[in-house]
Nanobody, 123 residues
Framework: QVQLVESGGGLVQAGGSLRLSCAVSGRTLRSYAMGWFRQAPGKEREFVAA????????EYADSVKGRFTISRDNAKNAVYLQMNSLKPEDTAVYYC????????????????WGQGTQVTVSS
């Protein structure tokens, strides 16, 4: 069983930065592609970024390209999301997710989820 725990959320002003972390336990991270998703109040969960098991391939939503960077450290069983130039529309609960092997931007393909961490960007 894979357990995911996010951290690093908080309140930040527009233009600021945050770094989210996702700690993975239960299985070696090396077997999984990892994704970050977010859900704002009243909206559906949406894809933010994903990274392959090796870290050699990553994908981003158009809305965060050039501002967010996903990375992973398999030795530490951790995944990160560096968020720069934050905007009020980035306000949401951010979720870390894991799926075996292949990278995907669809939440329905991820069987393992964390509990989420709140990110609030003030204008």
């Amino acid at each position: 069983q894979v357990q995911l725990v996010e951290s690093g959320g908080g309140l930040v002003q527009a233009g600021g930065s945050l770094r989210l972390s996702c700690a993975v336990s239960g299985r070696t991270l090396r077997s999984y592609a990892m994704g970050w998703f977010r859900q704002a109040p009243g909206k559906e969960r949406e894809f933010v970024a994903a990274i392959s098991w090796s870290g050699g391939r990553s994908e981003y939503a158009d809305s965060v390209k050039g501002r967010f960077t996903i990375s992973r450290d398999n030795a530490k069983n951790a995944v990160y999301l560096q968020m720069n130039s934050l905007k009020p529309e980035d306000t949401a609960v951010y979720y870390c997710a894991a799926r075996p092997v292949a990278i995907s931007d669809s939440s329905s393909y991820y069987p393992h989820w964390g509990q989420g961490t709140q990110v609030t960007v003030s204008s």
